[in-house]
């Protein structure tokens, strides 16, 4: 490496450590001064970069009414979890902040964690959220709660028909009837335990080999083959999506053989964001009322509790991240083999 190389490097460094300082300054303090410290250094970097796994028509529901109020420029990346955690990663291991918030999943922020790459950030909102929404150590929150549900084709079956517990699924009237998606193996992990590890291997294993599971690449994909009745009834779409299907005019229904299992979306900032006040000013925003009630909107079950959830009445199984990520490996070697999945 040259002088100039090695001047610049280290030069790019110490801005990296500057901004780590000052963002940990911001995040952590708790005065009556912090809002408008916010805005006032937010408007001076003038936008942020927004890394995501949130659809492209519903984050721009949540980024405009920002972008009005504030006059921030948000800057969109999206794409799939595991993609945003590697380019996390990789900039973080080059010293090149680009991220200024990330949104994903809760497993792959958790591992983000694990590597001591985001930022401990206390928020006035995070005491209104869901207990499992704010961990204690405040390196990620949850935004929203995916919630499995259960959906069907109310062209192709009656609601009277339908199951009321998984052992129904074994009835021969289900045969060629069902479908999965392919990824879902937290969910399939999640039912296992509740049966009992035997008991529940046996269940999937006499099911697919009974019935079979027609085994789809997406969960937008698999609402639609239910509401076009190719799939008349699957045990894994999100419960939003059914819902908004549903309230266009599709024949598609959802339901929940309890406990609605769920996974939680999370929320972070990187201790090398280069726009640190307004990241703060974001992340303060989507765990708000204001932005949380824009997720209600949608569809989405939003974990500020000032904010009326849109499904009620119904058990849910919040999957803990750390537990997930642990058993990940195992977990979905164990649903590809129940479902005799090749690559």
């Known amino acids: 490496m040259t002088f100039a190389a090695a001047s610049l490097a280290a030069f790019a460094c110490n801005i990296c450590n500057a901004q780590a300082q000052t963002l940990q300054t911001l995040a952590t303090a708790t005065?009556?001064?912090?809002?408008?410290?916010?805005?006032?250094?937010?408007?001076?970097?003038?936008?942020?970069?927004?890394?995501?796994?949130?659809?492209?028509?519903?984050?721009?529901?949540?980024?405009?009414?920002?972008?009005?109020?504030?006059?921030?420029?948000?800057?969109?990346?999206?794409?799939?979890?595991?993609?945003?955690?590697?380019?996390?990663?990789?900039?973080?291991?080059a010293n090149k902040a680009v991220s200024d918030v990330i949104d994903s999943i809760a497993p792959p922020m958790e591992a983000l964690r694990r590597e001591n790459v985001l930022q401990e950030?206390?928020?006035p909102y995070q005491k209104d959220l869901i207990p499992t929404a704010a961990p204690k150590h405040h390196q990620w929150v949850s935004t929203l709660q995916y919630v499995f549900a259960q959906a069907y084709n109310t062209n192709k079956i009656k609601k009277e028909d339908l199951p009321r517990t998984y052992?129904?699924?074994?009835?021969?009237?289900?045969?060629?009837?069902?479908?999965i998606e392919g990824s879902d193996h937290e969910w399939m992990s999640s039912v296992i335990a509740d049966m009992g590890e035997t008991a529940g291997v046996k269940f999937f294993k006499d099911l697919t080999a009974g019935n079979g599971l027609s085994v789809r690449a997406g969960h937008p994909l698999l609402t639609n083959l239910v509401a076009s009745g190719e799939v008349p009834l699957a045990l894994t779409v999100y419960q939003y999506s059914a819902a908004q299907a549903k309230a266009k005019g599709a024949p598609i229904d959802w339901f929940v053989i309890e406990p609605a299992v769920t996974i939680a979306d999370a929320m972070a900032i990187p201790k090398n964001a280069p726009h640190p006040n307004a990241a703060l000013l974001f992340y303060d925003y989507m765990i708000s009322p204001e932005a949380q009630a824009i997720l209600a909107k949608i569809g989405y079950y939003a974990t500020n509790r000032k904010v009326e959830p849109p499904?009620?009445?119904?058990?849910?199984?919040?999957?803990?991240?750390?537990?997930?990520?642990?058993?990940?490996?195992?977990?979905?070697?164990?649903?590809?083999?129940?479902?005799?999945?090749?690559?």
């Open 167 to 179: 052992q129904d699924l074994l009835d021969p009237k289900w045969k060629g009837k069902l479908g």
């Open 31 to 93: 005065d009556e001064g912090r809002q408008q410290r916010l805005v006032e250094g937010a408007k001076k970097e003038g936008s942020l970069t927004l890394y995501t796994t949130t659809p492209a028509e519903y984050v721009s529901l949540l980024t405009e009414p920002f972008e009005k109020k504030y006059g921030i420029k948000v800057n969109i990346w999206r794409a799939r979890s595991e993609l945003i955690l590697q380019r996390v990663l990789n900039e973080t291991r």
């Open 121 to 123: 950030v206390i928020s």
């Open 311 to 343: 499904i009620k009445n119904i058990k849910l199984k919040v999957l803990d991240p750390g537990t997930l990520l642990d058993n990940e490996e195992k977990s979905f070697k164990r649903f590809e083999s129940i479902l005799q999945l090749t690559h």
